[in-house]
């Protein structure tokens, strides 16, 4: 079916008629006429970003031509009427119409929210399918660099109702207060109806921070809310524009000790984004009955406000004994020398202390740093950590400040490691093992083949999906050089 987005009404448009042609949007950005008519088409597979993919023929501007077409919620093999949205490069954006064909995987969704909040991609998709898409996905980008893993271990899928952090959004209006997640592809705040994703202390958190915030927030106010579960409470950071929470810190302190947080903390948009600060804010602490805690290799860690965490505790665990089982099993000693790269609060090299390895841990975040240090200190492995504030990205451990170490662990942002990888490789004394956590194949693969390509041997591969009913896939692999 053929869909014809409209044109000039007629070449000869009276100059009054011109003028209110200029006023109207600039269409620069591919959005189409909302009374564009919908297409018809069948959904062939799933793209990377979690939409069903089709194709149809398509008018616009008098040029007919076949667009790939990218219509959320549905599946492979189902024939269905989509509402075009926006023309681009890529394709044809569309919001789903109607289902004329379902298909056999589809099932129904756990939160009315869905397809509208930005929180969840698949919900309407059954679990097994979900769980063969993001293996394929990972495997696409293994062959795309022509390497594989000779151990391929079982997928680990963290558990609905698991997810420990999360980040709301809160907008205060004259008619109330907008909380939860961001709309896909939009600014506009769906709040999630029976979410099947967060802890329930934290789907619990949110309808009480909305209502205090209807109170006591002032009018047009945007906050951001970084919620993470900690072993003692929820430790809360809300941030929004300078000065906005001028005359209610003493209530928000109480409002946070009726409903048991850990901590609460307060920050301000400073506009001055730094390696060692890259959200460009200064938290203040205004509620912390006792030091937050958070047991990581049985040491208590007091993670800083809005500190990084693995979204589940059931994937942390997968891939802590997958790292410990990976250093065993390749004959790694309890008192090896260990290398904790992007350490963060020391997530994925702590439970090796208590053995008696020595560990460097480099990260770039100050605090999370100071964090680990005193929960080492506190415990009494203070003299087996050394930590290193450092841009890893920019200014990787190279030469001097790259020790000899007989493991490295590597936990890298989206972007990877490529820099701190090649640091690796052409050391004079490089790693015998290399573990390595991912949140984006595509930089691991690239990151992978370069350890390969450096004399490494692709021991083993788990595809970890701690982000349910998302399109993102995490991974825990482990190399080993060859002699």
């Known amino acids: 079916m053929t869909g014809y987005s409209s044109g000039p009404a007629s070449r000869r448009r009276s100059a009054q008629g011109r003028k209110r042609a200029g006023n109207k949007r600039n269409r620069s950005d591919g959005r189409l006429p909302r009374n564009a008519p919908p297409l ?3 959904i062939s597979h799933i793209g990377g970003r979690g939409d069903g993919v089709g194709r149809a023929g398509y008018t616009h501007n008098y040029r007919t031509a076949d667009h ?8 492979p093999g189902e024939d269905i009427l989509a509402q075009p949205l926006s023309l681009t490069a890529q394709g044809i954006r569309c919001v789903p119409q109607e289902i004329l064909t379902p298909s056999p995987e ?4 756990d939160c009315e929210a869905f397809p509208a909040c930005g929180g969840c991609t698949f919900q309407h998709w059954q679990d097994d399918p979900v769980t063969l898409w993001k293996e394929a996905q990972l495997d696409s980008f293994l062959q795309r660099e022509n390497i594989s893993p000779v151990h391929r271990l079982a997928p680990h899928i963290s558990p609905r109702n698991s997810r420990r952090r999360a980040t709301f959004h809160l907008k205060r209006l004259a008619s109330g207060v907008a909380a939860g997640f961001l ?3 939009s600014s506009h705040i769906i709040t999630p109806t029976g979410c099947s994703i967060l802890r329930p202390e934290l789907a619990t958190l949110l309808p009480a921070l909305a209502g205090h915030a209807g109170r006591h927030f002032p009018l047009g106010v945007t906050i951001d809310a970084a919620a993470n579960c900690l072993d003692n409470g929820i430790c809360l950071l809300l941030r929004g524009p300078e000065g906005w929470h001028d005359g209610l810190l003493e209530g928000l302190a109480t409002w946070a000790d009726g409903k048991g947080l850990a ?3 307060v920050a301000e948009d400073t506009g001055r984004a730094a390696p060692e600060n890259p959200s460009g804010t200064v938290a ?6 006792a030091p937050p805690r958070l047991a990581i290799g049985g040491i208590d860690i007091a993670p800083p406000p809005g500190a990084f965490l693995q979204a589940t505790s059931e994937a942390q665990a997968i891939m802590q004994a997958d790292i410990a089982r990976f250093a065993a099993d390749t004959g790694l000693a309890a008192s090896a020398r260990i290398l904790d790269l992007y350490a963060g609060c020391g997530t994925l090299g702590l439970p090796l202390l208590a053995g008696g390895a020595q560990m460097l841990a480099a990260e770039s975040d100050a605090d999370a740093l100071a964090a680990l240090k005193a929960g080492v200190d506190a415990a009494g492995y203070g003299a087996q950590l050394t930590i290193s504030q450092t841009d890893l990205a920019n200014a990787p451990l190279t030469g001097e400040t790259l020790p000899p170490v007989d493991l490295a662990i590597i936990d890298p942002p989206r972007s990877g490691a490529a820099a701190q990888v090649t640091a690796l490789v052409d050391a004079s004394s490089p790693p015998q093992r290399i573990a390595m956590v991912s949140c984006n194949p ?3 693969a690239r990151d992978a083949a370069m350890l390969v390509a450096g004399g490494y041997v692709f021991d083993r591969l788990r595809m970890i999906d701690q982000f349910r009913f998302a399109p993102h896939v995490e991974l825990v692999a482990g190399f080993v050089r060859q002699d």
């Open 40 to 42: 018809q088409l069948q």
């Open 68 to 75: 790939n077409v990218f219509v959320p919620a549905t599946l």
């Open 106 to 109: 589809r099932r129904d969704p």
């Open 183 to 185: 709309e896909r592809g």
């Open 263 to 265: 901590r609460l903390s």
């Open 284 to 289: 203040l602490t205004i509620y912390a009955p």
């Open 442 to 444: 595509a930089s691991f």
